[in-house]
């Protein structure tokens, strides 16, 4: 059984930077692309950032695109999302989620692509 569990979130003001932790276990990390999304009350879930199972590959909405970095380190089973020059905006719960191998980097924009979810971690900016 897969788990995926973030960490990182809080409250900080407009400009500021946060980075987000996803510790994942339970199958080989390594083999497993993975993903950000956000959500906030009353609407869908939204793509942030993917990444290739090997690293090398890296994908981002439009909206955080030069102010997000997402990377990986495979020795700790571990993904970031690290978050500069926040904006109220970028408020949001934070999901990391785990993607399904059998499916290829073409869909890791989507909800669907992905296999496993954590319960996510709420990211405030201020104005």
């Known amino acids: 059984q897969v788990q995926v569990v973030e960490s990182g979130g809080g409250l900080v003001q407009a400009g500021d930077s946060l980075r987000l932790s996803c510790a994942a276990s339970g199958r080989s990390f390594s083999s497993s692309g993975m993903g950000w999304f956000r959500q906030t009350p009353g609407k869908e879930r939204e793509f942030v950032a993917a990444?290739?199972?090997?690293?090398?590959?890296?994908f981002y909405a439009d909206s955080v695109k030069g102010r997000f970095t997402i990377s990986r380190d495979n020795t700790k089973n571990t993904v970031y999302l690290q978050m500069n020059s926040l904006k109220p905006e970028d408020t949001a719960v934070y999901y990391c989620a785990w993607a399904d191998p059998r499916l290829g980097a073409a869909v890791l924009s989507q909800p669907r692509g992905y296999d496993y979810w954590g319960q996510g971690t709420q990211v405030t900016v201020s104005s």
């Open positions: 990444i290739m199972r090997s690293g090398g590959g890296t």
